[in-house]
C-alpha cells in the first residue's frame, strides 16, 4: 500500500499571502489529521477530518482551515501568511472511525512552508 | 504548560550502548501512548500502549507503559548510529485535540 502523500514538499512565500497544502491519505483511511511542527513548539494539532466534517480542532487561529473531500483527500490552507507560519505541515491518516485520537496515525513527508 | 514531557531533550552515546528514553504526560482521560521515530521526514510509528497493552517489544526496541505514575519509557539495545533520531512521544486523551506531542529526544549515536 502505498503511504500518506504531500504536495508541495516545498513551498516559499512570502508575507500575506495564501497557501494551499494537499495530502493523500493511505487508501481505505478516512481519518486525516494535520499538524504543524516548529522547533519552539515541536508537533502541534492542527485539526482532524473524517467523512468531508472537521471533527477535531487543535488551538490555532481561524487563518487556518482545511477541507476534506470525497475520495478522503485533504486540503489545508493558510491565509494572510505571517513569518511564524513558517513550519513542517504534517498530515497523517488513520482508519479508525471512532477518531484520530484513538488509533494509530501514519505520517506523510510533510511540506516544508517558508514564509519571507 | 506541557502536557507531555520527555527527557532528555538530547543524548549522545556511543555505538553498543543501551539507551532509555523518559516521557511523562498529565491526561484528564487517557487512551493511549504512541511513540514514533522521526529522522528528516515523517515520524514512523514504533508503538502504541494502551491500557490492555503495557509493554511491547520490537527486536532491539521495546517500552513500557506505567498508568499509575504517568510515565513511558523507550529503550533501545545494542544502538546502532541508524538509531540516530528524534524520539516523540505522543499522548491521545480521547478528546478534540488530536495527539499531543513532547519535545522529543534528540539521541545520537556515534560510531
Known amino acids: 500500500k502505498a503511504g500518506v502523500t504531500q504536495t508541495p514538499r516545498y513551498l516559499i512565500k512570502t508575507r500575506g499571502q495564501q497557501v494551499t497544502l494537499s495530502c493523500s491519505p493511505i487508501s481505505g483511511h478516512r481519518s486525516v489529521s494535520w499538524y504543524q511542527q516548529t522547533p519552539g513548539q515541536g508537533l502541534q494539532f492542527l485539526f482532524e477530518y473524517f467523512s468531508e466534517t472537521q471533527r477535531n480542532k487543535g488551538n490555532f487561529p481561524g487563518r487556518f482551515s482545511g477541507r476534506q473531500f470525497s475520495n478522503s483527500r485533504s486540503e489545508m490552507n493558510v491565509s494572510t501568511l505571517e513569518l511564524g507560519d513558517s513550519a513542517l505541515y504534517l498530515c497523517a491518516s488513520s482508519l479508525n472511525p471512532q477518531g484520530a485520537s484513538t488509533d494509530t496515525q501514519y505520517f506523510g513527508p510533510g511540506t516544508r512552508l517558508t514564509v519571507l | ?111
Open chain 2, 1 to 111: 504548560e506541557d502536557k507531555v514531557v520527555q527527557s532528555p531533550l538530547s543524548l549522545v552515546v556511543h555505538e553498543g550502548d543501551t539507551v532509555t528514553l523518559n516521557c511523562s504526560y498529565e491526561v484528564t482521560n487517557f487512551r493511549s501512548l504512541l511513540w514514533y521515530k522521526q529522522e528528516k521526514k515523517a515520524p514512523t510509528f514504533l508503538f502504541m500502549l494502551t491500557s490492555s497493552g503495557i509493554e511491547k517489544k520490537s527486536g532491539r526496541l521495546s517500552s513500557i507503559l506505567d498508568k499509575k505514575e504517568l510515565f513511558s519509557i523507550l529503550n533501545i539495545t545494542a544502538t546502532q548510529t541508524g538509531d540516530s533520531a528524534i524520539y516523540l512521544c505522543a499522548y491521545s486523551g480521547g478528546g478534540a485535540d488530536g495527539l499531543t506531542f513532547g519535545k522529543g529526544t534528540h539521541l545520537i549515536i556515534q560510531p
